[in-house]
Structures are given as structure tokens and as C-alpha cells.
């Protein structure tokens, strides 16, 4: 295939890095068996067939390493089919040195587990990460350097100290996954080099030969799209990828959806996201694409699946906004939706300093996070918990790409506007925008759609599915008719009544019944839990409340209302340890009286300000309030000591709420927020379904 935008100018400069058959030439792409993974202007070829695979990103470093392969299962069953990962340099290098992958930070058993789950990975390699991690993975050991002899070690550049230290950090890498590459039989499909990058692009193209010369021989390489480069970049080195979010963490305003927050909702002709970042990048950035920009296929790497709230932006998710982003992003021409992040996690205890991104680091200090939590609102949840409208609305979206994609990948865009886009035969619509205008709707729908040669769908107003059992399914879309027009013949179709047209079956779902649909094999399984293949095995997970007491009693009043610095970002700064003197005090005990072998979880409701959970004086879980309860892992806490300790929340506290939890704050006594509204049991009960 002849890359499509290619323009007279540059033609030459840009077939030098594509091979006769148009596809990119990157590393070594195929692997033993024969197969290979090819990419070319329009996106992935796997065994010789265009594909649009799903990627969703998980932090093995974040998650119980015993959970992996459990996690890793529910996400193929939730439509992801390529797995994105950080390798953070601070969880594994702390110490100069001495290296540690072990337990949950074991990269290589991971990626065995990838392995044997056939799930592709990509992996991002840094030196630089972020990932709302402390100094964004940098090591204090580095970062100490850095400020010592800057002309030898200053982050993010050529300079010969850090060069070498960052060579040190692929070799160890490396060392870890080798033998687990694509043309080693393994899963490793694709590196990333650094993150969110200016550039140079010297800098890129030195680390881009150092990770090659290291051993990382891979189908592809890959950037992050954002933000515009400084220079001009060598094409067909690295592949950009893209991202757009909701709402931001980041931002320095206090209110609802600034700046251009409502424009990731709706179909255009960019790729570039001028929100991401903006505290590190500016709330000016550029969306503007050049041609060698669109020479590239359309791929994804931190579609928002959700979002931290920050200390001084409480952002509430509902789930609502994952597949409208996912519609929109694929209406305008993406081959990948590639979210960050699709599962959450738990960000290592240090008792040192947090692990998490904070005002107070000496480098990428641009946000207090949660010192502990890292759940991120998003699809699978830090317990991987699923949120119960992201997690079926994207799933029932990805089966679609996965029985369908490969002709919608092929498919150009050939109308363009706000809320509606086509792509060959399939029309996308998206008028929901989050907070703005959130009874809005979005959806995908056939026109002229040649199932096969026999028959043609020439319109509809329900959502294509799947094909199993023999069926052709479809979902309704709440509010309209459920129509089919087949080969000319207008069809009223019943929900979740099959029906026959032109020779095959078909049926409608309606939406309920479609959030129950797991299509396993050639078959469609029902369930109002999660299901998921284990081996052979059809798992059945569900999330229940035990009408268990949790005993819980006031030990010490909260000491009054603290003073609200502003940090050295120019936003509110968190709780520093001297000011947890203020806390309200609970003891919960009688824990040990619950089954410690079953999978429980605590679910704290409350509201204040921040909430922090002790075990033997070590913090377990903490959590900023935005409305939401906070989870913790009931195995932490078992035999011990535990305190749940709560900050009061002060009307005049200079952080962004949304409308809900605002309200609360404006109308609690004496314009201060505290109170324990419950502490519940959750099991989480898995179980093979017959």
C-alpha cells in the first residue's frame, strides 16, 4: 500500500522510511512461527490481515503480582487486546545500584503472563515516565546528581551522566524481558521511548539506539504525539501516538470543563489534544498537524479511561465519558484506542517519601496525587472493580471492533462535522459532553454495510454487535426505534427477540439484556457479573455488599480546620504529616472475626477532606474526597492495629468540587465537612460457571 497523504515535497524523504509494500520499517517483525506484526499508514497488519486491536494500560508494578493473571483475563474479556505498561526506574532502581523485580515489581514474570494469556504488550521504557509517579520515576539518587553536577547530569538530555545511567536502566531491562520479544516467540510487540518529550529530536534518536543496541529489536517503536516537537523530526523512526482526556487533574482552574476539555467530545480533524498537560505544557498548545503528521496511522495510547482527582481538582468520574471518547477519536479516523488508564492501582509504600507525584519533589513537581491510590476512576479499578457503565459500554464497543474492525480500519473518513462522522459504512454520532451536557447520546451505526455479498444492511438505528451462535446482534439505542433496513426491507425488531431476514438470523438487545452479553468463543454467555476465560474455564466474578457490621468508634475529635498553603505550583498543597494532628481518629476492630480467605474489601463512605487508613501505623490506603467511597484490601489490615483517620474539609478551601459535593461543603454546620457515613464489607466472589 502507497502511503495515502503523501504530498510531492516530501514524498521522497517519507518512502525512504516505509518499505516496498508501504509498510513501516521499524525492527525485526516476525517471529517464529511466520507471523508478522506489520504497520503501515492505516494501522496494524497481524498474519497479513488489518486488524483494529484495542490497547489498555495496566502498571504491574501497581497491581498484587497473585492478581495479574486474574486482571489480565478480565481485561481480553473486556475487548482489550494489546496491554500498554510503564516501567517506573524509581519502583525498581531506589538505590543506585540495587535493583529489585521482585514480587509485583517481577516485569518479566508479567510479561510471561502476557505471554500466556496471548496478549501483545507494548512497553514504555522512559528514563522519564510520570505516570503521577514520584519525580515521574526518576530515582532521588539521579535527580540528587542532577542538582550536584548538572553539566553532567541533567534530566532529559544528552548529557554523558545521565546517558549512562539511562543506559544502565534498558540493559536491566532488558535483561528481564529477553527472550519475551515478538521475533523470540514472546509478546513484545513495541517500545516506547521517554514521554510527553519537546524533544530534541537528537535526544529521541539517542535513546531510540540505545534501547536497539540494548536488544530491544521490536515491530515497532513508539512517542507520545504530544507535545509539538522543538525541530524537525527524521520520519518513520518512532510512531506518534495520541491521546485525549475528560477533564484533567492537571488544570489550574478551579471549575467545571475549562478551557478546551468540551472539544475531546466531538469529531475533528486532529489528532493532537490541546488539554493534556496543561500545567507542565500551557493552555496554548497547537492542534495543528502537519503532513508528515498525517503520513502516520491514527493510533492512541492515553485515550482518558478515567481520572485522578488531585488535591486542589476533585474531578468525579461516572464512566459516562469513556465510550463517547472512544467514538469520537474512532469517527475521525483512529485505528487504535489505546486507553490510560484501563485498570487501576496502588502506588508502593516508601517510608522515605510518597511514591506518588507531589508539589513538594524536587522535579516534576506539578501535582499532589493521593500518596497511595491510583485508581483512577477508570474501567477496572484499583481492586479491579468494574465501573459499572464504562466497563459494559466500552466492552460492547470493543466486540464490535473485534468482529468488524478489520473492514472499519480500511474505511476513510468521508464526512466530518461536530457530532456526526462517517466512515465508509458505519456512521458515528456523539452529542454527550461531560458535565455540559451529559443526557447527550453516542453511538455507531450502519449505512450501506455489506455483511457479505447476500445481504446489505442499508440503514439502521441499533448498534452492530457481534456475530455468534449463528446471529447477527445487535444493541438498541435508548430512545429510538429499533429499525433495520435489509436488502430494502424495513424490519421493527422486538429487543432480545431473533428474528429472520434474507436468509440469516439476527436479534436486537435491548441495552439491559446487552450489558449481561460476553461472547466467549463462537457463543454468546449471560451474566450480571463479570465473565472471563481462564484456560478453558468460564469464570464468573461478582462485587456483593455482606450484611456484615464493621465495629468502628470515635477515638479522637478532628482538631479544627487547617491553614491552606498554596505549594510551590501556585495551587493548594496537601496535608503535610504535622497536620494530620487534626484528623478525626476511628479504631475499627474486630476484624479477624471475618473469613480472612475470602476476598473482602472495606468500603469506607465518608466526607472531609482527605481520609488515610493506618494497619500497625503503616499507611494502608488514602483517598481525596469527591463523593466517592474509599476501597481498601481487608488483607491488609487483618491481625492488626487499624486507625481510619479523616481531615475536615473547609468551605473556603481554595479546591475545585463539582456541583454535588459543593453543595454538601456549602451546607455543612459551621462551614466545616466531616462525618463516617458507613464502613461496608465487599466480597468479591469468583466462581466457574457451568
Known sequence: MILKTLLLGTCMTLSMAVSAQGTFKFGTNVNPDGIKFEVDSRGFIIGGKHVLPVMGEIHYSRVPEQEWRRELQKMRAGGITIVATYVFWIHHEEEEGHWDWS????????????????TPVVLRIGPFCHGEVYQGGFPVWLTDKAAADPKQYKLRSQAPGFMEATHRLYNNIFAQVNGLLWKQGGPIVGVQ?????????????????????????????????????????EFGKLLPLYGDY?????????????????????MKDTRLSAVIATEALGTH??????????????????????????????????GKEVKPLAICKLGSGSNLPGYYMYHGGTNP??????????????????????????????????????????????????????????????????TLSDHYARRGSFEFFNDYVRILHEEGTSHVTPRNWHLNPSILIDWATVEPFCQADGTIYFIAINGKKPQLSINGKVITARP???????????????????????????????????????????????????????????????????????????????????????????????????????????????????????????????????????LVRLSQLVGKQVELRILPLG??????????QRAELDKAPDGILLSLDSIQVIERNTEEKE
Open 193 to 233: 521511548i521517554e514521554n510527553e518529550c519537546r524533544g530534541p529530536w537528537s535526544y529521541y534518536m539517542a535513546l531510540k539506539n540505545m534501547a536497539v543496541e540494548t536488544g530491544f529489536d521490536t515491530p515497532f517503536y513508539t512517542r507520545t504525539g504530544w507535545p509539538k516537537l522543538n525541530g524537525t523530526e
Open 285 to 318: 498548545q497547537t492542534t495543528e498537524m502537519s503532513t508528515t503528521d498525517r503520513s502516520y496511522p491514527y493510533l492512541t495510547c492515553e485515550l482518558g479511561g478515567g481520572m485522578m482527582p488531585s488535591y486542589h481538582r476533585r474531578i468525579r468520574m461516572t
Open 651 to 660: 468551605k473556603d478551601y481554595p479546591i475545585y468540587l463539582q456541583q454535588a
Open 349 to 414: 509504600y516508601n517510608p522515605r517519601h510518597t511514591m506518588a507525584e507531589t508539589q513538594a519533589s524536587p522535579v516534576t513537581n506539578y501535582n499532589d496525587m493521593p500518596h497511595i491510590s491510583y485508581d483512577f476512576q477508570t474501567l477496572l479499578g484499583e481492586m479491579g472493580q468494574p465501573n459499572p457503565v464504562s466497563w459494559h459500554e466500552s466492552r460492547l464497543l470493543h466486540q464490535f471492533l473485534a468482529d468488524w474492525g478489520d473492514q472499519l480500519s480500511q474505511m476513510d473518513v468521508d
Open 496 to 630: 432480545n427477540k431473533p428474528f429472520k431476514a434474507a436468509g440469516m438470523n439476527f436479534c436486537v438487545l435491548s441495552r439491559e439484556k446487552a450489558h449481561t452479553a460476553y461472547k466467549i468463543g463462537d457463543r454468546l454467555h449471560y451474566s450480571d457479573g463479570i465473565l472471563y476465560q481462564d484456560g478453558q474455564r468460564i469464570m464468573e466474578e461478582k462485587w456483593e455488599v455482606i450484611p456484615t457490621p464493621v465495629h468502628h468508634v470515635l477515638t479522637k475529635q478532628h482538631g479544627g480546620l487547617r491553614q491552606v498553603p498554596t505549594g510551590s505550583q501556585k495551587v493548594a498543597a496537601q496535608p503535610i504529616e504535622s497536620d494530620w494532628d487534626k484528623a478525626a481518629v476511628w479504631s475499627i476492630t474486630h476484624l479477624d472475626q471475618l473469613n480472612e480467605h475470602l476476598d473482602l474489601y472495606l468500603q469506607v463512605s465518608y466526607r472531609g477532606d482527605i481520609a488515610r487508613i493506618y494497619a500497625d501505623g503503616i499507611l494502608i490506603q488514602d483517598n481525596f474526597w469527591n463523593g466517592k467511597p474509599m
Open 103 to 118: 514480587g509485583n515489581k517481577n516485569l518479566r514474570k508479567f510479561v510471561e503472563i502476557c505471554q500466556e494469556e496471548h
Open 246 to 266: 475528560a477533564d484533567g487533574f492537571w488544570d489550574r482552574e478551579l471549575t467545571d470543563m475549562p478551557g478546551d476539555y468540551p472539544k475531546a467530545f466531538i
